[in-house]
């Protein structure tokens, strides 16, 4: 039985037109006494009510709007401002339009009311007909025809089969661990999509969501994407998103191409709907949307086919995307492509996995909780994807992400293996790769070896591809080396259609993704450690680049062989070893103290300064670094001429390494180990630090940086005033002792910035929740202002917890210098930004440390 459905029709008409109103509800009862419609218009306002907002939200409620378009109409401001309000919602939600002229009038100037099609027919004016009831009669034909096909469309309901499959996650449907079953409305997130223009360059970024919004606009549309980007959860989110718009989406898979369009469309919408006939259904509003269209071997005819349909989207790779300039059946698509997760959708993405649960009115503990929870899932999520240093070794889109966060929660691997929780999560997604691929597990061994050795192949000759002969020559040995219970041709084929390697068109062998790169060939050093201790010291002495950087990483993944671990440690030893570590105390920076009135003050956040407007903002600055780091050449392309720039890489890659050593061994390494680590990697920024200290320690280097910048000022300041005499107007002139003074103050605060910078690299490098009591064991011990902010900027971010009382005592006493103490009054105002704070943890913070 079919559900009753009345839908909503809404008059735009002038006040003048009034009449042909009162005459148009007269010829239109029949419609309202079947129950098929319900009208509304202005005259219906009850007095005392608002008069705008109940027009808006009439309007925005209607299935149908009728125009009366007249003279009166296109003159009338508030009509034409319906009329526009009208064909917004048109494009936002499918809503019917339906112009019927009144009378002679320039309505098909107007580009909106040019398109629909208008009542009466051909659009002959109501004026123009001999018999008035002639053309309402017309109009109530009309206006039945398109009632019918809405009501048919709104009854429209999707099978509970297809349902489900449009709220399928596949994997990661068992994969959280508060929530029995995860559905593609707990999860998804709009992705960005790169738009490309009519010759197939980039034009501009767009949201998936914008996307369908604007449907309309766009009658034929492609989007690309690598593999697992998230292509069929796009389909499947259109599809909900269009049939929404009153548009009936027909979703056909790579599965079922085979035969005629038509039919496969036909069979499609019976399976997908399987009530009312697809031949009954307007074809005009059937939106095919091709998965895997890529796959199809005769892709002409199938576009030829599919311009029966206003409305087309297509779903390929982006090896099709790659080959589409010169293809003319696609050349009327515009192209799309849907980009990785920025920092932004990260984060979107990571609160909603965070925030799952069966359990109903659950309590996480408090907002701040769940911040740390968000955090420390933001940290494994970027650490994994290889954030932490050029542009990433895995793609950030939404299927890595949260298989990076379920493998890590649910980390169960064998006792024998010393490999670490990360890494686990590394190997799950391969292990989950080859089981999709139907490898037994009895025989992933066998591949998982055989990766390992191509691998080191790729490594020893420092290539990133393989040509087929080297290849061929690889198996013969090793086919010598090692028995192969898995017949060859069936390895290769489940390697490449698992996407662990591929083959280009020039018969070249690859890994399709950096990471499996980086986790084989560590996998193959850190069990040939003896064999390979000339390269592993080439890697640790080279750490500077990006390449090395990952590789001693995951071998540290793979093993926590202490020949490895000391010869890291050996080696930031030896970086900036003629500096002693800086200490940050009152002797040390007495010159800077006396500066201290430069020195900006940090303030606390005013009450409508919220921590979710400041993420934000953070994670807008990070988007925007991400964008501009994807056009740079990795730091292993860079020049290396500048000693001096190499051995500061070098510092902060080691330091990197270290810090990724020590958070994912926190409970495999001995204490004295992750202490050891830990100072030594702290140790390196310090020395750092006391290096850049000691380069602006004396008068005469002060002086001459400030004369410089004042120099650069006075310049600036000249070029400015040229311009603005130019447009005709005064420009403020500045005296030499102005000048020094904004000279003074940028010189102090850069340096500031820099003392403070350093800082905060130690914690983001080095801190974790696992590691409190080792760096409160090594910080005690170290006993510097240095070491206490270090310490109480890692409990601030990884525990959530500020120790006010503890802190102002601390700084109080004698050694703690000024400038210390401003980098604290930072790290205090940056927490209580980017966290919540009530109005009496505030006045306590202003009493104690005088931050207003």
Partial sequence: MKEIIKLKLFISYSHKDEKDIEEFIKHIAPLKTKGLIEDWYDREIIAGQDYQDKIDNNLEDADIICLFISTNFLASKACMKEKKNAFELMKKKGIAVVPIILSECGWQDDSDLASPLALPTDAKPISSFQKSDEA???????????????????????????????????????AHSQKEKVVLEDIFIYPEL?????????????????????????????????????????????????????????????????????????????????????????KQRIVPIIDDFHFIKNKEKYISDLSAY?????????????????????????????????????????????????KKNSSNGGENTTYKMIDKKTELVNSTLGKMFGKGIMPAYPFF???????????????????????????????????????????????????????????????????????????????????????????????????????????????????????????????????????????INNLHKDENAYIAIFVSHHSKNNVILDEIILNAFC?????????????????FDAQIDYVIQATLPYANETPKIEKNNRLSAQNDYEEKNSSIKSDGAMEENDEFEKELRRSFKTVEVMGSIIKNRAGSLDKEKLKS???????????????????????????????????????????????????????????????ER???????????????????????????????????????????????????????????????????????????????????????????????????????????FQIS
Avoid at 151 to 169: A, C, P, S
Avoid at 219 to 246: M, P, R, V, W, Y
Avoid at 686 to 707: M, N, P, S, V
Avoid at 780 to 804: C, E, F, R
Wanted: charged share 30%.
């Fill in 310 to 358: 206003r409305y087309q989207i297509i779903i390929v790779d982006d090896i099709f995307a790659l080959n589409l300039k010169g293809k003319n059946s696609i050349n009327s698509f515009i192209h799309f492509e849907i980009k990785e997760f920025n920092p932004i959708l990260r984060n979107e993405l990571i609160k909603k996995w965070v925030s799952l649960t069966d």
């Fill in 677 to 739: 680590m830990f100072e030594e990697a702290m140790d390196v920024h310090l020395r750092i630090l006391t290096f850049f200290l000691e380069l602006i320690k004396g008068e005469e280097e002060q002086q001459a940086i400030i004369d410089f910048i004042s120099n650069r000022l006075t310049i600036i300041i000249e070029k400015k005033s040229e311009e603005r005499k130019s447009e005709g107007q005064k420009e403020r002139a500045f005296s030499k002792e102005e000048l």
């Fill in 401 to 539: 992400i949260l298989s990076i966060i379920s493998a890590y929660d649910t980390f169960a691997k064998p006792l024998n293996e010393e490999i670490t929780s990360q890494g686990y999560c590394y190997q799950a997604l391969i292990y989950m790769y080859l089981r999709k691929q139907g490898v037994k597990n009895d025989e992933i061994d066998t591949y998982i070896n055989f990766l390992g050795e191509f691998a080191f192949l790729f490594f020893s000759k420092s290539k990133n591809e393989i040509s087929s002969d080297e290849f061929n020559s690889f198996m013969e040995s090793y086919l010598d080396k090692y028995n192969l219970p898995v017949n060859q041709d069936t390895l290769l084929e489940n390697l490449r259609q698992s996407k662990l390697i591929g083959l280009d068109n020039f018969n070249n062998y690859y890994f399709c993704y950096q990471y499996l790169y980086y986790f084989f060939v560590a996998k193959y050093l850190a069990e040939h450690i003896e064999n390979n201790k000339t390269a592993i010291d080439n890697i």
């Fill in 575 to 591: 970086l900036f070893d003629k500096y002693k570590p800086a200490s940050l105390n009152c002797e040390e920076l007495n010159f």
């Fill in 194 to 282: 790169s738009k490309f223009d009519d010759l197939k360059e980039y034009d501009k970024k767009i949201s998936a969501e914008q996307l369908i919004n604007d449907f309309y606009t766009y009658n034929k549309i492609l989007i690309a994407g690598e593999d697992q980007s998230g292509k069929t959860t796009l389909c499947k989110k259109i599809f909900l998103e269009l049939k929404k718009k009153n548009f009936i989406p027909v979703y056909i898979s790579h599965k079922t191409y085979d035969g005629k369009i038509e039919n496969r469309i036909s069979e499609a919408y019976q399976q997908q709907y399987g009530t009312t006939p697809s031949h009954e259904i307007d």
């Fill in 136 to 174: 309402w009669s017309d109009v109530y034909e009309g206006l039945k025809n398109l009632i019918n096909n809405e009501l048919k469309i709104k009854q429209l309901k999707i099978t509970d089969d297809f349902l489900n499959f449009l709220q399928e996650t596949e994997l990661l449907s068992k």
């Fill in 742 to 848: 904004i000279s003074k103050t940028i010189f102090w605060n850069m340096n500031f910035l820099l003392i403070y910078g350093v800082i905060k690299k130690i914690i983001s490098s080095l801190g974790s929740d696992k590691l409190i009591k080792i760096i409160e064991d090594v910080c005690d011990k170290k006993n510097t202002p240095a070491s206490y902010l270090i310490q109480h900027g890692i409990l601030m971010w990884y525990n959530k917890n500020l120790q006010v009382d503890n802190i102002a005592k601390k700084i109080n006493k004698n050694g703690f210098s000024n400038i210390a103490k401003r980098v604290m009054d930072c790290l205090i105002v940056e927490y209580c930004s980017m966290h919540k704070t009530n109005f009496r943890e505030k006045q306590k913070i202003e009493q104690k």
